[in-house]
């Protein structure tokens, strides 16, 4: 088989892929999620576990240590039968909030801390290079193997660039179906359906690799087995310290490992096919394993000599099967590359949402308000992928290609193990708090790198023969420490990272008081199952953002089109119409966790809480937390807001009804007054005139009656005018005649006309011809009607022996304040209010004419022309002030 | 037979009117122009018929006719009530507080002087 070919099916097999990954993505963005719902779908893309480490590496393993290999499916296959009771808690979490990848979930049950999402990220990442490594050198090998058998003797290029092509088309293609967009919750359809095909195509190929080897070369089940028989691996005996511990670290692999995770909880669309893949998961495992033992039995029968690690291919191609090799070559090729695109894409998703884009938001909070979110979301996604790549490309360099491949593989589950205590104490334990998960986190890693990770950088490990080179000559391990020399150095690595990590979680969580989001987060993950926990509500209480400024940025960091319709949908929640809904706590936290999947917990809260001026959490937020009254409270807060409701419903119909009965009362009384108006006259016009009709009257009589007949007419009709006049007034619809006029000639024509006011007295008017040299611009005919009714008042009430009438003018701004003042006994206090009030002539005074409408219509003839009339107070006699602007300004 | 009425009217040119169709057909009349003292006034005069107008300065006709039921000596004099409001609820308000008759006004001159007979025969 020739190099070119090779290449050609490894540039058609990725074709295939892709065509496939896209065309699920055009589905799914058409609605469809049909293919997702396949049901293997989603068992076939968590075997993901399997990878180029299980395909290639699992033979070697069984070459070097008999069935200890089996310890790696067993871990997952346990924790998958056992589903109910871990992982059906941890995808219930992932989707109610939104989880969007191990680091989030940690950092959002402990308060959306970001330290915390930070460490884990850098445990994730740290322990997962070397695993991305071991993939690119297996791809690396694979290719070289062929190299190697190929007749025509082509030489492999060097293994660096190989796999710095591999990594840059695994980076091309990551970027491509991995940010294509930012959804809500962090799923790719086109990748899970990618990486399922791949599982087929890897069960497939060691499948059929096996019935080759078992049919083919070893003669049959029966002679197959005959052979292991024979082997010194049938006097192997388990180690039961060691069993023990890869059982447990797969176990807790499968929970962790950052691209388990990511398929398992994040990529999880349907709670059910958790219970399907509960079966199918470990029937895949079963399957993957099942010809593992006789392929590395026969290998070693018939090439003693070859890298045990590489016999699923090197089996085929000694025997000349090169289209069996070649399905081998790309169940390994897919092994490694869908481990390392989904593995990419969990760690870009922890890098960019817990160290780049945080760093951004605490660098340019402004920009990060206003800019589109989104791209920068998705720019930090890329730079983070090819990041992650680079530093496995460089780690392959750096360890110069170690020959065994478990080994790396077992560094990297060690490592994310770590995480699992504060995982499981975050799920299940809610005095869990984050003070201890970063103690324990931290503590455990340091020895796990001490341990096994540093040493990898030196000479190849093997996994039975841990030790040599473990304790570096820096690294002074008490060995012995507590008598456990003689423990195996992997176990030993492991029991004391874990008992490290454990011991200081529980401590650390038992000595440390948890904050107020942080018990509110634990509540509810703990809790997750009790669906009406309003625990996470109650991080938000009414703040100070605008529902707009909210919107603003929801649509930067969800879509304009989800958020619009999300907010539409709030609103017409709350039974609002338009986009912008109340801002309940109920509300926010939804917001929070719709935003929370596309740039993870604890920066969706940072960039909230940056909207609400940094206000978290209230104190009566902490008193509810600490009281674990969380539903109560929420309970009676719904009662009060109802009751606020009803109240404030209750007042406005009062203070309605009393406006309504006002008004009417206001009404009648007017009604009653005008009634009273005009039949008091009328009442003396219809008794003279009876008594005139009678005749028989003497002629002075006659007089007599007829003058009061007369006089009796004017006062009605002057009352008739002056409702009409105070209609048109109190209307607006009055015209104003505008022009010019000297100020002194207006008084000067106000008082000649009140002159005839009866009683006709001699009365002292004082004025200041000077101070009246003012022109004004205003309705001069209204004006003098204002002067005239209140130098007739001053005649008409003025008590005064020797009445006198001061007429001051004064200019003050734009405004010319013109006071009349008498010496008589005043306005008493208590009516000083209401005498411009329609009928207010005071009760007391000797009935002098007049209905009581002259100051009402002062009243409105100075709101016409722009100005006041008020009643002076504290002047001795009766003082009333006109302020008339000096120029009217628009014709109100 | 003379009769002597007491009548409380603020309105100067009504209480001419009244005075001189009353005083025509032989009723000795006295008018007062307000409210104030009109207690002391009907206990001074004893009249056999007061005439009161509903709206007046100082102690509104209701109050008086008030008072004058209250005091035994008064509580069967005739008062005939006058009011230019023409509004029902001041006439309920009347009956309730015991007046003999009721007139708005402006009224007519002989149905004045038919009420004020009927109430000087009844009393």
């Known amino acids: ?155 492999l290029p060097n293994g660096g660039a190989t796999a710095a092509w591999v990594a840059g088309g695994l980076a091309l293609f990551t ?150 090799a070649m399905l081998a070559f790309l169940g390994g090729f897919s092994s490694a590359t869908s481990m390392v695109i989904v593995e990419t894409i969990a760690l870009a998703t922890m890098i960019s949402n817990h160290i780049i884009m945080p760093a951004w938001l605490r660098l340019r909070p402004k920009a990060a308000m206003r800019s589109d979110l989104r791209a920068w979301v998705l720019r930090a996604r890329r730079l983070s992928i090819v990041a992650v790549l680079g530093l496995g490309l460089e780690y392959f360099r750096l360890s110069g290609g170690s020959s065994n491949l478990a ?100 401590l650390g969580s038992l000595l440390t008081f948890p904050g107020p989001v942080e018990r509110v987060q634990g509540a509810a993950f703990v809790n997750v199952f009790d669906q009406d926990i309003a625990a996470d509500r109650l991080g938000w209480v009414q703040g100070q953002a605008e529902p707009e400024a909210l919107l603003a940025m929801a649509q930067r960091i969800i879509g304009e089109d989800a958020a619009i319709s999300l907010f539409e949908e709030a609103a017409r929640a709350q039974g609002k119409g338009g986009f912008l809904p109340d801002l309940t706590s109920d509300f926010l936290s939804m917001l929070e966790r719709r935003m929370a999947g596309s740039v993870g917990a604890a920066t969706a809260h940072a960039m909230i809480s940056q909207l609400f001026g940094r206000a978290m959490v209230t104190v009566e937020d902490l008193m509810a937390v600490a009281n674990e009254t969380v539903q109560i409270l929420e309970y009676s807060t719904r009662l009060e807001s109802q009751q606020a409701e009803v109240t404030r419903t209750a007042r406005a119909l009062r203070e309605a009804n009393e406006k309504l009965t006002a008004i009417s009362v206001q009404k009648d009384a007017f009604l009653g007054q005008i009634s009273h108006e005009l039949r008091t006259p009328m009442t003396s016009i219809r008794a003279f005139s009876e008594i005139l009709t009678e005749g028989d009257l003497p002629a002075e009589k006659v007089v007599e009656f007829g003058a009061v ?36 000639a207006l008084i000067d024509r106000a008082l000649a006309a009140a002159s005839q006011t009866r009683p006709e007295r001699s009365f002292d008017i004082q004025r200041s011809a000077a101070q009246e040299e003012i022109y004004l611009r205003t309705d001069e005919g209204r004006l003098v009607q204002v002067f005239i009714n209140l130098i007739s008042n001053a005649r008409k009430y003025c008590d005064a022996q020797n009445p006198v009438l001061r007429i001051a003018v004064r200019q003050k701004g734009a405004k010319v304040l013109v006071d009349f003042i008498d010496n008589g006994a005043g306005i008493p206090k208590d009516q000083q209010g209401i005498i411009f009030e329609k009928f207010a002539r005071l ?49 109100p | 037979m003379a009769g002597h009425i007491l009548l409380i009217e603020d309105e100067p040119n009504i209480a001419e009117a009244i005075r001189f169709l009353l005083g025509r057909d032989g009723w000795q009349v006295t008018v007062l122009a307000t409210g104030q003292g009109a207690i002391e006034q009907i206990a001074v005069l004893r009249p056999h018929l007061v005439i009161l107008d509903l709206m007046l300065p100082v102690c509104s006709g209701l109050q008086i006719l008030t008072d004058i039921r209250a005091a035994a000596a008064t509580k069967d004099l005739p008062v005939l009530m006058l009011t230019a409001k023409g509004q029902e609820r001041d006439r309920e308000a009347a009956v309730a507080a015991g007046v003999s008759a009721f007139m708005t006004k402006p009224f007519d001159n002989s149905e004045m002087r038919a009420a004020v007979r009927a109430l000087m025969g009844a009393a």
């Open chain 1, 1 to 155: 088989m020739s190099f070119n070919l090779l290449v050609l099916s490894c540039l058609l097999y990725v074709a295939l892929l892709f065509v496939l990954a896209a065309w699920a993505e055009g589905r799914a963005s058409m609605g469809g999620t049909r293919i997702l719902r396949a049901p293997l779908i989603y068992p076939l893309s968590l075997s993901i576990y399997c990878t180029a480490w299980t395909f290639y590496g699992a033979v070697g393993y069984a070459a070097r240590s008999g069935l200890e290999f089996v310890t790696i499916y067993l871990g997952p296959t346990l924790v998958f039968i056992g589903w109910w009771v871990i992982l059906r808690k941890l995808v219930r979490i992932g989707r109610v909030h939104r989880v969007t990848s191990i680091a989030d979930l940690i950092s959002s049950r402990f308060g959306k801390s970001n330290l915390l999402g930070v460490t884990v990220t850098l445990i994730a990442v740290t322990a997962s290079t070397p695993y991305i490594a071991l993939q690119l050198q297996s791809v690396t090998q694979s290719f070289a193997v062929f190299a190697s058998d190929t007749p025509q003797g082509w030489a």
């Open chain 1, 175 to 324: 970027i491509l179906f991995g940010t294509r967009n930012l959804a809500s919750n962090e799923q790719h359809h086109g990748i899970v359906t990618a990486i399922a095909f791949e599982a087929a195509v890897k069960l497939a190929a060691l499948l059929a690799v096996g019935i080759f080897v078992v049919w083919g070369l070893g003669g049959g089940p029966s002679a197959v087995a005959d052979k292991i028989a024979g082997l010194d691996l049938a006097s192997w005996r388990p180690d039961a310290s060691r069993w023990t511990a890869l059982i447990f670290v797969s176990a807790a692999a499968i929970i962790t490992l950052p691209r388990m995770f990511h398929v398992m909880v994040v990529e999880n669309i349907d709670s059910a096919h958790l219970a399907r893949a509960s079966w199918a998961f470990p029937a895949y495992l079963f399957l993957m394993s099942l010809f593992i033992l006789p392929i590395a039995v026969v290998g070693m029968e018939r090439l003693p000599a070859a890298n045990p690690d590489m016999l699923v291919l090197t089996l085929p191609l000694s025997e000349g099967q090169g289209a069996l």
């Open chain 1, 407 to 506: 080994a790396m593989g077992l560094i990297a589950f060690v490592g994310m193990a770590q995480v699992l205590p504060a995982v499981l104490g975050g799920i299940f334990w809610r005095g869990a708090t984050g003070v201890g998960a970063m103690l324990g986190m931290v503590a455990g890693i340091a020895v796990w790198a001490g341990l096994l990770f540093l040493p990898s950088f030196g000479a190849a490990i093997d996994p039975t023969g841990m030790g040599k080179d473990l304790f570096g000559p820096s690294w002074t391990w008490p060995a012995s420490f507590f008598g456990t020399a003689g423990m195996d150095p992997l176990v030993h690595a492991i029991f004391w990272s874990m008992l490290a990590n454990v011991t200081l979680f529980i």
């Open chain 1, 709 to 744: 007949i007369h006089a009796e007419a004017l006062r009605l009709t002057r009352l008739l005018d002056d409702l009409l006049d105070l209609s048109v007034l109190e209307n607006g619809s009055v015209q104003l005649n505008i022009g010019t006029a000297n100020l002194g």
């Open chain 1, 843 to 891: 009760s007391d005074t000797a009935t002098v004419g007049g209905a009581g409408l002259g100051l009402a219509i002062c009243r409105e003839v100075m709101a016409n022309l722009g100005g006041t009339i008020s009643y002076l107070p504290g002047q001795k006699g009766a003082a009333f002030r006109v302020s008339v602007p000096l120029r009217i300004g628009r014709a």
